[in-house]
């Protein structure tokens, strides 16, 4: 390996899903390297350092463990400081790139307002040389924007001293729910960038823990449209395997048994082809209408339309989905009990971004039922939100809010339920004692599986109706 700069100290901006377990992995694995995590969100960092570890702002399997034993060690989260800018070796840029909501391109391209207001504080402070780490998920050519920012700064400033920076892409592949596991144990690790010198640095970091083979080293542009070409492809098989679920309630056959069966086959893989109500989380949507985004400003109009139609079929069944609740209740919903199971996008994360259940809810609101829902990591507060956001998007406000409660004993948020949905495949629903239920129940009463975990056996053998996804 070259002569490169080694890195001792990393600063990362923003302390949200992934700068936070990151940069408690980073300073797990490399207690030689003094990690600081800043935001601008002072109650967020707040959060990070509360001294009960139930506090922090996010929930993941495996984190509050790292945290007990690298915070205050070599790992720091404050508000925002240019002393963490001035003085890191690296800066990792983890901050929000969310779609615009208004403008050019609004609701499909990536608003980089943050990213910006980033590279010109890096621009602003940093001293020495600087290694600026894209890590947040940015359109294709990004990095010549913040080499744009960062170098015009560097104008004025004919000093010996003035700084220097290096840009490199290293774009996160962690999902949440098993983002601490996703971090010790990556597929691989992607390094993007121009600069040799640089990439060795950051290289060296990730060689503390990373198998040396897994990390990949590409061109900047590579590793940028990478890591939004690899979610879309995640988002396509999703797509792909809830657009036969309905083929398969038509037609007799059942989704489990065609994903075995096509999953089978190495070349297809069986990860990735669990049916369900749709994707949701921050990225999946955001990523691909982004690439839809950029693939008509080149003027790649089939490119375009080919990976909408993933989005189009998610809509489609996150809508479809609600229909058929609709219908099997004798096509009214009005003053009906309807529980919901799970709010959170998918098990074992309290994030609900993008969650099918925000549309789900929405919907059977607006027909008039009476929502209770239970999620054993989302506090009703998020709930709340999502469902206030929603109800802003779809201008539904004559929406009654008071029509929804929150629930914190499954078995009491079941009682004298018309319907039970359940939209998230937390652990704790599988063994639910439907023995018990079924007495509590109002008659007749359906139980709706859409991902495929409750016994149908079981729910059938106590008297209830069941209906699952893709099952004929
Ligand atoms: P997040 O919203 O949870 O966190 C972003 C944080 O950045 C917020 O706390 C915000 O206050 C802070 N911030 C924004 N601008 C700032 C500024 N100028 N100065 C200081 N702090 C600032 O977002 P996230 O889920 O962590 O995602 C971050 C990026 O990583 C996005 O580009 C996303 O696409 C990408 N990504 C997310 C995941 C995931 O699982 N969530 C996985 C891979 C990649
Ligand atoms: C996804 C990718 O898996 C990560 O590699 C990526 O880093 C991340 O997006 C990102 O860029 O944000 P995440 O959204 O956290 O991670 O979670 P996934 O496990 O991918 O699940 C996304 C959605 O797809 C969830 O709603 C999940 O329930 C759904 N899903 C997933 C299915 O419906 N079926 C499946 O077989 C798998």
Redesign the pocket.
């Given at each position: 390996m070259n002569k490169h700069l080694k890195i001792k100290k990393i600063c990362c901006?923003?302390?949200?899903?992934?700068?936070?377990p990151t940069m408690a992995v980073i300073a797990d694995k490399c207690p030689h390297i003094k990690v600081s995590v800043?935001?601008?969100?002072s109650s967020?960092i707040k959060m990070w350092n509360d001294n009960n570890l139930e506090n922090l702002p996010?929930y993941e399997p495996g984190l509050k463990e790292i945290i007990k034993r690298v915070r205050d060690r070599n790992l720091t989260f404050s508000v925002?400081n240019d002393s963490y800018i001035r003085e890191a070796d690296a800066i990792f840029i983890?901050?929000?790139?969310?779609i615009k909501s208004t403008g050019l391109g609004a609701g499909q391209a990536?608003n980089l307002y943050?990213?910006e207001?980033?590279a010109r504080?890096i621009a602003k402070s940093a001293e020495g040389h600087t290694i600026v780490v894209e890590?947040?998920?940015?359109p294709v050519r990004t990095a010549e924007i913040i080499k744009k920012i960062l170098h015009s700064s560097l104008k004025n400033n004919s000093s010996e001293n003035a700084p220097t920076f290096s840009v490199l892409s290293n774009?996160?592949?962690?999902?949440?729910g098993t983002?601490i596991n996703d971090l010790q144990n990556p597929d691989r690790v992607l390094i993007g960038g121009e600069d040799y010198s640089a990439i060795n640095s950051l290289h060296e970091v990730y060689s503390f823990w990373v198998d040396p083979k897994k990390i990949i080293t590409t061109n900047l542009w590579s590793s940028e449209l990478s890591?939004l070409v690899a979610n879309a492809f995640l988002a396509q098989r999703i797509s792909s395997i809830n657009s036969i679920s309905q083929l398969c309630e038509t037609t007799g056959a059942n989704i489990s048994e065609v994903a075995k069966a096509i999953g089978s086959d190495n070349r297809i893989g069986n990860t990735f082809l669990n049916a369900g109500p749709g994707f949701g989380?921050?990225?999946f949507k955001?990523?691909i209408l982004n690439l839809v985004y950029l693939c008509r400003n080149f003027g790649l109009s089939e490119i375009a339309d080919f990976w909408e139609q993933v989005i189009i079929i998610n809509n489609w069944q996150q809508d479809r989905i609600y229909k058929i609740i609709v219908e099997k209740l004798f096509n009214t919903v009005e003053q009906k009990k309807l529980v919901i199971l799970g709010f959170s996008f998918k098990a074992n994360t309290n994030?609900t971004?993008e969650s099918p259940a925000i549309k789900i809810a929405n919907d059977l609101l607006s027909e008039g039922a009476k929502l209770t829902i239970h999620d054993p990591k989302v506090s009703k507060d998020q709930i709340e939100k999502a469902l206030d956001n929603s109800f802003k998007k779809s201008k539904n406000n004559a929406l009654n809010k008071q029509e929804w409660v929150y629930e914190k004993s499954i078995y009491k948020a079941l009682e004298n339920a018309d319907a039970i949905i359940l939209l998230t495949e937390w652990d704790e629903y599988k063994s639910l004692n439907w023995e018990i239920i079924s007495k509590h129940l109002n008659s007749p009463a359906w139980v709706f599986d859409t991902r495929l975990i409750l016994d149908e056996n079981i729910i059938i053998q106590n008297g209830i109706n069941f209906w699952s996804l893709g099952k004929g």
């Open positions: 901006i923003g302390a949200g899903y992934v700068g936070g800043i935001d601008k969100d967020r996010i925002e983890s901050v929000n790139t969310p990536s943050w990213v207001k980033c504080k890590k947040s998920t940015l774009p996160e592949f962690l999902a949440e983002a890591k989380g921050s990225c955001k990523d994030d971004r």
